[in-house]
């Protein structure tokens, strides 16, 4: 899953979310998510399956009856941080001994009942395919006995489940299209804990998004691990299902999503390079609606490395994905991923990597040291053999090489004019606004009367690494 949205960025920040507003009601609920995109998105569906069933919210830990932690094993400090908070969590209930806690997410795959037996930090632990489950191993842990669900499934997709929208601003959402992942990056723990990957009923997605219009949100950021593997009634195979209904590419649902309204705009995420076709940038440069923005991880820039991590791609494969960007969609601004000292890396395989980042010019990346996983490809057949402090060192270089081309490449917008979606009030001034531009910048500018949800034309005046400042224009 990618890690664009700065503000629930869990590999950068550790930040977590809890349901909004209090609500009087049966039990208490206290829930806080790490991870990815996709990890925030499913704590939306944790929270509509719980207060359906009775409970209330809230954002006070003391006052919980039941403590959810929604987890990521992506790295081992993602897991040392849940560790940490688990802790912290168990001297709660020292004095509350009735109080449940529970593990959920990649984590509560990851280790199974480890954390309920042999560490005894948690009552309760679900997998990412058994949260309509939830009521009942809440039941059981209140009932004393052992609560684990961590079956994965082949079909699940909360389809049917309507979110409860986290998110404070009633301006962006995230819909899940997909989930899982078939695909076996060698360093990469997800696909066992997310499982098999299914897609969504296109139905369905489609109707989420009519009715976040409809309630006034503005953006919707369609998510999976790889989402130009998204297929509907069609297997890998090209072979149809049902030969009497319709089948649907990741293409032509993004084109369902874009008409929609032409004031919702559409973001995705993750595309990957292996799978990312020009069907999709044509259908990108069609609708002014779908956002000038893909973030499209690279990992490393030396095709012996990218052999080794099973990526399935080269170099040159990579670098003529950016070419059909550059001249499908010219405005488009492009993001990536990248890992630093992946086992085997030598000095000149990871200044592949910086050449390919100046290449591609990219306008942010994701920036890891390589941290190994249990069971992935890369424990069992690599050496994790390059050491720490240069893993460190890599990954300095490449963090200063994308502030520099960060800071240029935002310098280059000053002077220009964006539509700008307007997020919310700046939170250095109450004077200001916020919001991001099509290609993913963040631009500050005077709040006049701009609320969350309107569109704004602003002309850039100053830069930073990180955001742009400018003056609305012409907006009437
Ligand atoms: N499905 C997405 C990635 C999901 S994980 C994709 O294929 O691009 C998000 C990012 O975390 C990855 O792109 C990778 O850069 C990083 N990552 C994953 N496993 C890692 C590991 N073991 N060590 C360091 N970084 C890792
Ligand atoms: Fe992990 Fe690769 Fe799947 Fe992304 S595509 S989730 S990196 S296995
Ligand atoms: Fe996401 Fe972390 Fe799981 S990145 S899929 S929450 S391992």
């Keep these: 899953m990618n890690w664009e949205n700065k503000e629930i960025d ?34 939306e569906i944790v929270a509509s ?16 009856d039941v403590i959810l932690l929604n987890t990521c094993s992506i790295r081992e400090n993602a897991e040392q941080r ?18 449940v806690i529970g593990i959920l997410g990649c984590m509560a795959e990851r280790l199974k009942t480890e954390l309920l037996e042999q560490e005894k930090l948690v009552d309760l632990v679900a997998g990412p395919d058994a949260y309509r489950d939830l009521p009942n191993l809440i039941d059981t842990a209140d009932s004393g006995q052992k609560a684990v669900n961590v079956l994965l499934s082949r079909e699940e997709t909360y389809a049917d489940i309507s979110p409860v929208r986290l998110g404070k601003n009633g301006v962006n959402a995230f819909i899940s299209i997909m989930r899982g992942c078939d695909n076996m990056c060698s360093f990469c723990v997800v696909p066992f804990t997310r499982g098999r990957e299914r ?44 030969p009497s209904k ?4 990741f293409a032509q649902l993004l084109e369902k999503i874009a008409l929609v309204n032409p004031l919702l705009r559409v973001r995705f995420s993750t595309s990957h390079p292996k799978d990312m076709t020009d069907d999709v940038l044509h259908v990108i440069a069609k609708y002014h609606n779908i956002c000038k923005y893909i973030h499209l ?54 200044q592949d990597t910086v050449s390919l980042m100046k290449i591609c010019n990219f306008d942010y990346s994701y920036m890891f040291s390589y941290s190994e996983r249990p069971k992935t490809l890369a424990e069992r057949k690599f050496k994790d053999d390059v050491p720490e402090d240069v893993k460190k060192r890599r990954l300095n270089e490449v963090q200063t090489l994308q502030h520099d081309l960060a800071f240029k490449n935002n310098s280059a917008a000053i002077g220009k004019t964006f539509e700008v979606l307007v997020e919310g009030i700046s939170k250095r ?42 003056i609305a224009v012409n907006n009437n």
């Design 82 to 99: 849940v560790r940490n908070k688990l802790s912290q969590f168990n001297t709660i209930k020292k004095n509350n001994p009735a109080l």
């Design 246 to 249: 319709p089948t649907v590419s």
């Design 10 to 43: 869990e590999s950068v920040q550790g930040t977590a979310t809890m349901i909004e507003g209090e609500t009087d009601g049966l039990k208490k609920l206290y829930l806080e998510s790490y991870g990815c995109q996709m990890n925030f998105s499913d704590s």
């Design 199 to 242: 897609s969504r009923d296109p139905e369905s997605i489609l109707n989420e998004a009519k009715e976040l219009f409809e309630k006034g949100f503005r953006e919707v950021t369609l998510l999976g691990q790889n989402v130009d593997s998204y297929r509907w009634n069609i297997t890998k195979k090209n072979e149809v299902i049902e």
């Design 297 to 350: 991880p690279v990992q490393s820039g030396n095709t012996d490395v990218l052999a080794r991590m099973n990526r399935g791609y080269s170099r040159e494969w990579y670098l003529e994905r950016i070419k059909a960007i550059r001249t499908i969609l010219p405005e488009a601004s492009i993001s990536s991923d990248i890992i630093t000292g992946f086992c085997g890396e030598t000095e000149e395989e990871h």
């Design 49 to 64: 399956i719980l207060t359906k069933s009775g409970f209330s919210t809230t954002r006070n830990p003391l006052d919980a």
């Design 429 to 470: 001034s109450s004077d200001e606004v916020y919001g991001r531009n099509s290609q993913n910048l963040t631009v500050i500018f005077p709040k006049e009367n701009f609320k969350p949800g309107d569109y704004a034309m602003v002309k850039i005046t100053e830069s930073t690494s990180a955001t742009v400042r400018g």
